[in-house]
Nanobody
């Protein structure tokens, strides 16, 4: 099993910054991808940013130039630095991980519980 615990959400004014963290806890899986998604009530979950264990990253067009995803493989932790926040960034942000059970080729997907980010004056 892999447990994902997010932190860092909260209320911020437009133009402000927040940093989200997600720690993956596991003893029997190797984490490959760790991504951030977000969801607004009534809408589909949206991919925000992705990162692989090799360091490759990619951002959605809606956050490009404002959000930065980074990862510490030694700590199984992924971060999302969010700058120049806008009201439309308000959402629940979810951490996602794809992990391979050690000694096998089986991959599984895991989600965190989500952390609320609210951008409002």
């Amino acid at each position: 099993q892999v447990q994902l615990v997010e932190s860092g959400g909260g209320l911020v004014q437009p133009g402000g910054s927040l940093r989200l963290s997600c720690v993956a806890s596991t003893t029997s899986f190797s984490i490959s991808a760790m991504d951030w998604y977000r969801q607004v009530p009534g809408k589909q979950r949206e991919l925000v940013a992705v990162t692989t264990s090799g360091g490759t990253t990619s951002d959605a067009d809606s956050v490009k130039g404002r959000f930065t995803i980074s990862r510490d493989n030694a700590k199984n932790t992924v971060y999302l630095q969010m700058n120049s926040l806008k009201p439309e960034d308000t959402a629940v942000y979810y951490c996602y991980a794809r992990a391979r059970r050690l000694g096998t080729n089986y991959e599984y997907q895991y989600w965190g519980q989500g952390t609320q980010v609210t951008v409002s004056s």
